[in-house]
């Protein structure tokens, strides 16, 4: 009998896989997050504006969006381990191009190329877990493959800041590139083969039935509010913490330390109780309660420190919680036949939500004389609209397929022959 099968458990070869799943999510992650801190090196080196440095910063998503969407035409054509190799090379290469770009136009092209290649690879890495892992234990997997966000949350900044104060910008680059080598060695003997699905499907009739059937629509929809939410509040934290809060900018580095390592071990337990229990109701549990955390964080006044990351840890901890439930739920409604087109789609289409989040918060954000930021709370309101939402989406995803919501138990193991 198999570890999984007597306890339950992921046996060992699956957590290996998980791990490299989430080592191919952490490196895609950081490679985004390194960028924040960089700023001020890259405005000075190439002499160009803040507006010119956020387009380098916009440009990762703005290409992960486009070659989604696309890549939704012919994903299902190829093995999945094929083409997801293929495309962290094109990741890793890119971010080698990053670090050896002689100019602003260069390292443009360049941050568009890696946001290409990893915002595919991304999506696959969604569509192997369900593949690979059976539905009574896909919630914990997703746990544990997106513990990759809080981590590069947590070490992107200081990272990034370090190497780049010690060996100049290139360094973080050069680092990234490295890292992504001894990945994808390690993803080239770890990765299972799954075979195409749609071979003989024409690209546009895969694409029509992937944007057209009931269930991918309700997907869609459930997975763009899902970032809706957070994007609406996360962008201008950093800020209020400051104008309005009262902290100092040496102390926002605390809120994302505290935020990313609780998150980093509650994420795997909240997919544990994806498992055990209807994904709908843990979905709707977790978003209450990010609900109560975003309200407040958008109308923190004066705050002690202590207090305030107090409030500002249980907000990242819900808001990273909420994926693996709604997640499992998003990746056990679609068909296998579809699963790696639907999950490219669906990566573009969280893409531009984020993005639209953030310019609707920008407009409802501003500055007072004395450099308060006005609007913040409007923003808050808005995330909470979408929270409910998001939740509603989720009990009309269930209604078209129960079975995503459901926890099917493992076959028990068979009677030994007399």
């Not at 443009?108 to 234990?137: C, H, K, N, Q, W």
């Amino acid at each position: 009998m198999s570890q999984t099968a007597a306890t339950g458990r992921p046996a060992l070869n699956e957590r290996t896989l998980l791990m490299t799943l989430a080592a191919i999510q952490f490196t895609h992650i950081l490679d985004f997050m390194i960028m924040m801190p960089l700023g001020a090196g890259l405005m000075r080196v190439f002499n160009i504006t803040p507006g010119q440095f956020s387009l380098l910063v916009a440009s990762y998503g703005f290409a992960a969006a486009v070659t989604g969407f696309l890549g939704g035409f012919v994903l299902d054509r190829f093995d999945r381990k094929n083409a997801l190799l293929t495309l962290y090379i094109g990741f890793g290469c890119s971010t080698l191009a990053c670090a050896l770009a002689p100019t602003y136009g260069f390292l443009m092209a360049a941050r568009l190329a890696a946001g290409a290649f990893g915002g595919v690879a991304g999506s696959l890495v969604t569509a192997t877990v369900g593949d690979a892992i059976p539905p009574e234990r896909r919630g914990r997997a997703m746990g544990m493959v997106m513990t990759a966000f809080p981590l590069a949350s947590v070490m992107g900044v200081p990272v990034g800041l370090t190497l780049a104060t010690w060996f100049e910008w290139h360094a973080p680059f050069f680092l990234l590139a490295g890292l992504s080598a001894i990945v994808f060695v390690i993803a080239l003997r770890v990765l299972p083969h799954v075979a195409s699905h749609r071979s003989d499907v024409h690209p546009l009739r895969q694409m029509f039935e992937i944007l057209t059937h009931r269930v991918h629509v309700r997907g869609f929809l459930l997975s763009a509010l899902l970032v809706f939410a957070g994007a609406s509040i996360i962008p201008f934290m950093a800020p209020s913490m400051v104008a309005n809060v009262g902290l100092r900018e040496s102390q926002l580095p605390l809120i994302y330390f505290f935020g990313g390592a609780c998150t980093f071990f509650t994420t795997p337990w909240i997919g544990r109780l994806t498992d055990r229990h209807d994904k709908f109701h843990v979905l709707a549990w977790i978003t209450s309660v990010a609900v109560i955390a975003g309200l407040i964080v958008t109308q923190l006044k004066i705050t002690p420190l202590p207090l305030t990351l107090v409030v500002t840890t249980l907000f990242f901890i819900a808001m990273s919680g909420r994926f693996a439930p709604a997640m499992a739920m998003v990746t056990n409604a679609v068909e296998a036949r579809y699963r790696g087109g639907f999950m490219s789609v669906n990566s573009a289409l969280q893409q531009a939500s984020g993005g639209l989040a953030n310019v609707v918060a920008g407009l409802l954000i501003h500055r007072d004389a004395a450099g308060h930021l006005l609007g913040y709370p409007l923003a808050g309101y808005v995330a909470t609209a979408a929270f409910g939402l998001t939740v509603a989406l989720a009990a009309w995803l269930r209604a078209a397929a129960p079975h995503a919501a459901r926890n099917p138990r493992p076959a028990p193991p068979a009677e030994p022959a007399m």
